[in-house]
């Protein structure tokens, strides 16, 4: 990455070292930085020549992108961008400029309402009196219980520390500033205090064509404790958290990070053969969710290809020919 850097505005850069470093985090914020620093590039660059403007903004794209593998409304975001600029053929740099900042304000804002609207949609399928259970810590998952808060609905709130990170202590501080009564618990102690909980409201970074949700490490544990304990569970995520690469059979990269994030450095320098694994994200699949929260509304998890058709404009007739193609292929490699 440092043939990159010194390319780019120290803005944009900063942007990218806040993702990785996850001083930015939750799929939604940086979606929403991703849109920013894009805008930010093509604010900063100096120059008329528009061939080296539309080079300089797909590389700040690729570079911006690749801060995260696991939450596709990175990648969203930047695509929501950049085919709008490739789409429009600017004629200058000025008119490129301005796609570019028009486009990702665009998205941010959209972002934003995204959130709200899921929260109000979401409250609706919380009834009164509901004590809900939480994960990480999820913007989206946040408004929802918030929402149903204002509305007299749940007073009480269930939230995981999420280790090794703890954000479950950010949640703790938003939904206690709400007014609710927060009980922090540890992440082993799920299936103990899943008795006590009538709803799962969760987040997500990635959403698959076949409906399985990609969320913090854990969430596929809560879940399972949920459906033995007969918990609903929803997740709550904006429609570009579904990622398009799954229609055709795309797997989601799981991050995996320092093993520094799980025991310190001295300790694995003093126990040498003892190997340290950190995956952050996990996946719960369709038949554990009883329905995914978007801006666009309520959907069964098994409905996700839908939202895929209607954003992407894919007709049921394409997915199944790239389906069918994709099976022929593995047919061939079998021969
Ligand atoms: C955050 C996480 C959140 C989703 C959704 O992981 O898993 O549940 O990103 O968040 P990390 P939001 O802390 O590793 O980024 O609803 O805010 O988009």
Request: aromatic letters at 6%.
């Amino acid at each position: 990455m440092g043939v990159y850097r010194a390319k780019f505005p120290s803005e944009v850069t900063r942007i990218r070292e806040d993702i990785r470093v996850m001083r930015i985090r939750g799929a939604g914020k940086i979606a929403r930085a991703g849109a920013e620093a894009l805008a930010i590039a093509a604010e900063l660059y100096r120059g008329d020549d528009l061939a080296g403007f539309l080079k300089y903004i797909e590389d700040v794209a690729d570079y911006v992108r690749s801060a995260r593998p696991t939450a596709v409304s990175l990648p969203n975001a930047i695509s929501y961008v950049i085919t709008r600029l490739r789409r429009a053929k600017p004629l200058s740099v000025s008119e490129a400029r301005e796609l570019v900042v028009k486009a990702a304000r665009t998205f941010i804002s959209y972002s934003l309402r995204a959130v709200k609207v899921i929260g109000e949609l979401g409250a609706k399928r919380i009834e009164n009196g509901d004590v809900v259970m939480t994960h990480c810590h999820s913007t989206a998952a946040v408004s929802v219980i918030a929402t149903a808060h204002r509305m007299g609905k749940v007073n009480t709130v269930y939230v995981k520390e999420t280790r090794p990170r703890m954000q479950g202590l950010i949640t703790a501080k938003a939904l206690a500033d709400e007014g609710l009564d927060v009980i922090l618990i540890p992440d082993s102690s799920t299936r103990y205090f899943m008795k006590k909980v009538n709803k799962v409201v969760v987040g997500a970074d990635t959403v698959a064509a076949n409906g399985a949700v990609v969320n913090k490490i854990g969430t596929s544990l809560v879940a399972l404790a949920a459906k033995e304990a007969r918990v609903r569970v929803y997740v709550a995520a904006e429609t570009y958290k579904f990622s398009p690469m799954t229609v055709v059979g795309e797997l989601v990269p799981i991050e995996v990070r320092e093993p520094a994030e799980i025991v310190s450095e001295e300790w694995l320098r003093k126990n040498p053969r003892v190997e340290v694994f950190n995956p952050v994200f996990d996946v719960t699949p369709p038949e554990y969710i009883d329905a995914i929260i978007t801006e666009k509304g309520v959907i069964p998890p098994q409905a996700a290809i839908l939202i895929l058709m209607e954003e992407y404009g894919l007709s049921i007739k394409e997915i199944v020919g790239v389906a069918e193609e994709t099976e022929l292929k593995e047919e061939e490699l079998r021969e």
